[in-house]
């Protein structure tokens, strides 16, 4: 996403006045802009699909460092638990879920 916060800058009441072409406005630049309110800066209105590739984008680096970690972790010698200790897990959880159901 291109931003270029210091140009979409708008403040809420003109988007407030109309919502409707700055929203569609929004979505045809493809960038954010930047919702004022009494000079300072308030909110950031981002697209959908720039919001979408935020969201994708931080979820794969939250899984990158997750798989990291593990690697690490078995580099060091941590090797988890077994497959029986998983799946006892599991079968515990859902005799919990079905008992409270």
Known sequence: MNMVLNADVL?????????REYSARL???GRATVL????????VLVPVEAYEK????????QMD????????????????SSAR???????????????SA
């Open 11 to 19: 403040s809420m009441t003109e988007f407030a006045s109309d919502v």
């Open 27 to 29: 979505k045809q630049k």
């Open 36 to 43: 004022t309110q009494d000079g300072e800066a308030a909110a």
């Open 54 to 61: 935020m969201a994708w984008e931080a979820h794969e680096h």
């Open 65 to 80: 460092q997750r798989l990291k970690a593990a690697v690490e972790g078995y580099a060091n010698g941590e090797r988890g």
């Open 85 to 99: 200790e998983f799946f006892d897990s599991l079968y515990q959880e859902d005799d919990k879920t079905a008992e």
